[in-house]
Each structure stands twice: as C-alpha cells, then as structure tokens.
C-alpha cells in the first residue's frame, strides 16, 4: 500500500505560480505511474497530469498544457506539479493518485488504486 500526503497549495493571484508536492510512503515508489487530478466545487474530479514511473513520458490535459510540469523524484518519493500562469478557473482541490501500472499514463480515475487528501489551490482574478 502507498499513502500520499499533497503540500503546496495556497491562495494566489492570476498569473502567479504554485508548486505542489506529493509525498509518497509504503511501497516502492518508483512501482507506480503518478498522477495529478483535481476537483472544482460542483464538478466532477478531472485528470490533469500523469508520468510513467521513470518520469520518462508524460502527459497533460489540454486545459493546462503549456503551462503546468509534472516531475518526480524517485529517490525522495516524491511527484511535483509545477503551476504557472494560473486561472481563476484552476481553482479546486488537487489531489494526487498513485497507479499500478507504472509504465503507462491512463486518465481514468478508476485506474488510480490510491489517493492523497487534496491540497486547496485557490487562484484569485
């Protein structure tokens, strides 16, 4: 089992940038695909950003491409989102997710087997 723990989130203003951190516990890190998701009040959870397990390949939903990077670091259990040139409409809670197959990028949130607790990510027009 991984337990995952998001940090980083905050208030910002339009155009300003965030980094947000998931740190990964349990199992062996580098087993799994991570991915980015988030949830905006009233709206369903949506992928944002995934990355194979060597970091290798990535991939970014269309309303973010551009400007947003995923990252990891293997050898602190870790995956990043960096977050430029942030929207009003990036506002939600971002969620990170771990996923068993670690060596493709899938955008299903049933693909995910674990999850961390959100991190609010509140971007101010």
């Known amino acids: 089992q991984v337990q995952l723990v998001e940090s980083g989130g905050g208030l910002v203003q339009a155009g300003g940038s965030l980094r947000l951190s998931c740190a990964a516990s349990?199992?062996?890190?580098?087993?799994?695909?991570m991915g980015w998701f988030r949830q905006a009040p009233g709206k369903e959870r949506e992928f944002v950003a995934g990355?194979?397990?060597?970091?290798?390949?990535?991939y970014y939903a269309d309303s973010v491409k551009g400007r947003f990077t995923i990252s990891r670091d293997n050898a602190k259990n870790t995956v990043y989102l960096q977050m430029n040139s942030l929207k009003p409409e990036d506002t939600a809670v971002y969620y990170c997710?771990?996923?068993?197959?670690?060596?493709?990028?899938?955008?299903?949130?049933?693909?995910?087997?674990?999850w961390g607790q959100g991190t609010q990510v509140t971007v101010s027009s």
């Open positions: 997710a771990a996923d068993r197959n670690p060596a493709w990028i899938r955008i299903a949130r049933d693909s995910f087997a674990y």
């Open positions: 990355i194979t397990w060597s970091g290798g390949r990535t």
């Open positions: 349990g199992r062996t890190f580098s087993s799994y695909a």
